[in-house]
């Protein structure tokens, strides 16, 4: 994913099937391409979109991130131990 600007905004609108159109600075910045899958979040009255593959890296990321600490903490447990 690229990453051209810490903070990217454009202005877009509802069309009337409830679809938007992310504008081209922002799908050319991330790399979004026709058809991709973008998650989509609401909470407080505020939409949140980030394609799918961003929050599966996260989630990977996360998930690695717990397996190493997982085995740091029963490396300490064992050296403890003995």
């Known amino acids: ?13 509802v069309g ?21 899958e973008m998650i989509v979040f609401a909470k407080d009255g505020k939409i949140i979109v980030m394609p799918a593959k961003s929050l599966e890296q996260l989630y990977s990321q996360m998930l690695g991130n717990l397996d190493l600490l997982r085995s ?8 403890a131990r003995r």
């Open 16 to 36: 009337s099937r409830g679809q938007i159109v992310i504008p081209h600075n922002i799908r050319s910045a991330l790399d979004i391409r026709a058809r991709e």
């Open 1 to 13: 994913m690229k990453t051209s600007a810490p903070f990217l905004h454009g202005k877009t609108v």
């Open 72 to 79: 740091k903490t029963s490396r300490k447990r064992r050296s």
